[in-house]
């Protein structure tokens, strides 16, 4: 199971809410445990019964075998509150409530304009030749939804030239925070 989320929500930490149905195989666990799969094998036949009787034995096996399927009753979908920390990855595995038997997978959604590179953030920055070669302070946006300075010295920049900014990347474990990275592209 899946949990798409944006960069924003793995940026800042989210708490979504997430409806998990069990599948086929716990149905039957659950109905063997509470004895509920005699009593729906019994219904089964007794519906089954009329036309098991006209068929040969390899059809009436699986003919019977749809019917108990029908008849087996649905278990209820759980929902679960899915907390997931700042920072968190594509393909992260979190703990759905206390089953240790089931996980979500984070998956990071595309953003249009930043690309994570593990816990650094990039962005494209367009210029002219001529501001390039010039340098000068330039404002980014950054995931925090405000604007970063950037002061490129003269002549320092070039098409494709990334300049590092510290600490306005994603959040780590340990309470740091990776790099803003900004390309800048003419």
């Not at 960069?7 to 039957?28: C, I, M, N, P, S």
């Not at 034995?57 to 649905?74: D, N, Q, R, T, Y």
């Not at 209820?76 to 968190?88: A, D």
Request: aromatic fraction near 8%; include cysteine.
């Amino acid at each position: 199971m899946t949990l798409e989320c944006t960069l924003e929500e793995l940026f800042a930490g989210a708490v979504r809410e997430v409806q998990f149905k069990r599948g086929t195989w716990e149905r039957y666990v659950q109905a063997g445990k509470t004895g509920l799969w005699m009593d729906v094998a019994a219904q089964a036949l007794l519906v089954a019964l009329p036309t098991l009787v006209r068929l040969p034995v390899a059809l009436s096996a699986i003919f019977f075998g749809g019917v108990f399927h029908k008849m087996m009753p649905e278990l209820p979908s759980e929902v679960f509150r899915v907390t997931i920390p700042p920072g968190c990855g594509d393909g992260a595995q979190i703990r759905l409530g206390q089953d240790p038997e089931i996980f979500i997978e984070v998956v990071e959604l595309p953003h249009k304009l930043f690309e994570r590179r593990g816990n650094d953030v990039l962005i494209r920055r367009r210029l002219t030749a001529r501001k390039m070669a010039q340098g000068g302070d330039f404002s980014v946006p950054t995931l925090e939804r405000g604007t970063a300075i950037v002061h490129l010295r003269k002549g320092e920049a070039r098409d494709g030239y990334i300049k590092a900014v510290p600490g306005l990347g994603m959040p780590t474990r340990d309470g740091s925070r990776g790099r803003l990275l900004v390309m800048f592209i003419t």
